[in-house]
């Protein structure tokens, strides 16, 4: 299954265009993403885009934080955790980095090297990302937007980021950030280019997967009752 | 006098790929090739670009929505490289100022089976 948790959302219409796009170039399933600001007006849209999508692709919302303050950001992850189906924060920050890989509440830290001269982890970070499985985001569009110096920047930021994943294994992700149709693209070209940086097939298989087991794991959220024990209603 | 043909043993093996293209502003056949060319020594190097054996075969106008012109083109590269050129192609997003995104499509051994996905 692949896999996108970072689609820029916007209008019904950009919406459906951009659904349509990456259903035509072998996604299956894409999160919208809005920040704090814009997630409640966008949950009005839910069931139009249900409409519209009905046969076409499988989505759902990301939230996306984008705050320096850390007691900011807690706030809002508690208050939209029940109807988000993923909670990323934008890194590039050190104290938001680390903050975000403590907190259980938040699935994913988006671009730990944003705005930063180096990938914005280390092995203390890498390690708290294992413990409280907050998964790291590579986003497309920063290789895509980028040219010569900060393209190779970019790429070696990721380069430093894979030497952490292979060693301490933290749930990394692979997603577009795609703003229009220009910046969608096919399935094999979006794992070629990974490819070409310095991943696995395996490994970007993985990503996918980790992408899926955030969706599911937080299907069954509200049942947790701590790490590892879920309410079930089976009887049986 | 032309150059005898070499045996098969000794040709490149090539691989054709459909790439899919949408561009803000109307481009011919020409500008095409100069910006696969272009993607693929920005992103790869001029050296190993070499090895690439970059052709376009064929090129379509397929049609014109409100945002972009829509064409689709038939390009070779040679085998070993088709992931190289694959996503140095798809890295390309400017030309001329305009927006521009290519995609492949579709892989294929010869240019008849790549021209079903046209």
Known sequence: MFFDLNIKGSSLENNIKLAIQASDYGWEHINFSYNQNEFKEALKLRDNLKDSLDDIIDFDYTLEIKSTNINEIRKHANNFRSRASCISVVGGDLKVNRAVLENIKIDVLSRPYLNRFDSGMNHVLAKEAVRNNVAIEICFKDILRTYLAPRAKVISNFRDLYLLYRKFDFPLILSSRAESVFDIKTVHDFINVFTQTGLTADEIDKSFKTSEEILKFNENRQDLILKGVRRVDDEA | ?118
């Open chain 2, 1 to 118: 006098m032309k150059l005898k043909v070499l045996p098969p043993t000794l040709r490149k093996n090539n691989r054709y790929l459909t790439v899919d293209i949408k561009i803000a502003s109307q481009i011919d056949k020409d500008e095409l090739v100069s910006i696969i060319w272009d993607a693929c020594i920005r992103f790869k190097g001029e050296c190993e670009t070499s090895n690439f054996n970059l052709w376009v075969m064929k090129f379509y106008e397929i049609d014109r929505c409100d945002d972009y012109y829509h064409y689709k083109a038939i390009v070779r590269c040679q085998r070993d490289f088709v992931s190289e050129v694959r996503s140095s192609i798809a890295l390309a997003t400017r030309h001329n100022g305009k927006s521009l995104a290519m995609s492949t499509i579709a892989l294929s051994g010869t240019i008849k089976a790549s021209q079903k996905y046209i």
